[in-house]
């Protein structure tokens, strides 16, 4: 386990600085302003006191334990101050240092690996970007602070991560932990996934790799962790250029494309291609059910909008079956200019009651495993309404996924706010609504296949 990282009550900031703009001054604001409510020890001979806490020569003049240690210090200097928190005790260390196997100095990474091994130190880096456990207010992190939330993500890239956590804080995303792994001299991806398997404020994993030190256990890690939470996976270094900047960047080596392909489905992964998609995926995912099958329900008020959204459901392999003749007597409340045939239009003019009664009558149809409720709202109907009348029903208590596709950006500002704070997201386009309703149905495709793989 790697309690004493993610969930320290003590922190070392091995090169902690007194001037701003340089990474041990930040990291250790970060700690300080995070509201981290552990021990903070600043280790730094040329200074005394930094942010009202005092500072040490070196960490072996610390008085008492020390569960973590950042070390923020030049490469060359990094095996003697790690020996230091070896004799110290130190269980957890973060190196943020770079100037390892990335630049080719595999010698000096295999000595801080000895050291650690000889201490049984566990070591996150080096070449990365810190940790966040957001749940104990821990931000031992070069990168801003996230909403806390409850959708891990861990990164082989720093810099990634960092624009990951900078989105999140702009669109108030909440994460939950974020490791930035780095070179993986010890601590690696798949440890990492298991420490997350178990942290129950994690609620959907993210990953971002561009190597695999150790693909079988890699795999046998997703797929556990898999059965009981949502793991989303983007690979990076799929093309022969891509592979030679994945070299440069980690000193790791990236796999074909057809193999991590093969390997992500077997280990339970969605993967996914970018960060916008990862977003609209985890988001779904952590708020909505996993879908028992691919028959997709539209219900709409516009007939446009909703043959795109059917067109997009198609592409990602989704069905779109025709209403059966027993649903459609059981709609007939209906006006007769509404159509009865999947998609079901609603028309322009439908109120908060046609939509009610219409999502009342198909949540317990069995021709459906999932539905999508578009609404692009005219002038004179408040999008607000056909909004509260979905979430009305979910509360009812729905056993398949809903989710909604509200057009037209600030006349349905509202409106989305009341949907999202009742765990029912909203995707903008018709596109990203029917890539957001195959995940769901991916999810539940993994589910049942991990399943009866353990029988």
């Not at 578009?374 to 607000?384: K, M, N, T």
């Amino acid at each position: 386990m790697l309690d004493f990282i993610f969930n320290a009550k003590s922190v070392a900031v091995i090169g902690a600085s007194d001037r701003p703009g340089k990474i041990g001054f930040e990291i250790f604001r970060n700690i300080v302003e995070g509201g981290f409510q552990g021990k903070i020890y600043p280790i730094n001979p040329k200074i005394t006191e930094l942010m009202g806490h005092t500072c040490y020569r070196t960490i072996k003049d610390v008085p008492d334990t020390v569960d973590l240690a950042v070390i923020v210090i030049p490469a060359p200097i990094v095996p003697e101050v790690l020996e230091q928190c070896g004799e110290k005790g130190v269980k957890g260390v973060i190196i943020i240092s770079a100037g390892f196997s990335e630049v080719g100095n595999v010698e000096l990474e295999n000595k801080i690996v000895n050291i650690a091994k000889k201490y049984g130190m566990r070591i996150v880096g080096p070449n990365c970007a810190g940790i966040v456990n957001t749940h104990q207010n821990l931000f031992p992190t070069i990168e801003v602070r996230p909403p806390k939330g409850f959708i891990a993500f861990v990164s082989q890239s720093g810099a990634l991560g960092g624009a990951i956590l900078m989105k999140a804080k702009e669109e108030q995303f909440g994460i939950s932990i974020f490791a930035s792994y780095g070179n993986a001299c010890d601590v690696n991806e798949s440890d990492i996934l298991e420490y997350l398997m178990e942290d129950e404020n994690s609620k959907v994993v993210v990953i971002y790799i561009e190597a695999v030190k150790n693909g079988r256990r890699f795999i046998e890690t997703s797929r556990k962790l898999s059965l009981k939470k949502p793991l989303i996976g983007i690979k990076a270094g799929k093309t022969e250029a891509g592979t030679r900047a994945v070299a440069s960047h980690t000193g790791s080596l990236a796999g074909q494309e057809k193999i991590y392909e093969a390997a992500f489905k077997q280990a339970g992964i969605i993967s996914v291609e970018d960060f916008d998609e990862m977003f609209d995926i985890s988001k779904v995912l952590l708020h909505q059910p996993p879908a028992k099958g691919d028959k997709i329900a539209i219900i709409t008020n516009s007939g446009g909008p909703a043959v795109m959204l059917t067109d997009a459901c198609e592409a990602f392999g989704l069905k779109i079956p025709s209403t059966p003749e027993e649903t459609k007597k059981k709609l007939s409340f209906l006006p007769p200019v509404c159509s009865l045939e999947n998609p079901i239009d609603l028309v322009a003019d439908a109120s908060y009651e046609r939509y009610r009664k219409t999502l009342e009558t198909l949540v317990v149809e069995n021709w459906i495993d999932g539905i999508i409720v578009v609404h692009v709202p005219p002038v004179w109907i408040d999008a607000r309404e056909p909004a509260k009348a979905v979430v009305d029903v979910y509360k009812q208590g729905v056993n398949k996924p809903i989710i909604a596709c509200w057009m037209a950006g600030e006349p349905v500002k509202e409106a989305i706010k009341i949907l999202e704070e009742n765990n029912i997201p909203n995707f903008p386009t018709p596109r990203k609504t029917a890539k957001a309703m195959w995940a769901l149905v991916e999810r539940g495709k993994i589910l049942k296949r991990l399943k009866e793989q353990q029988l």
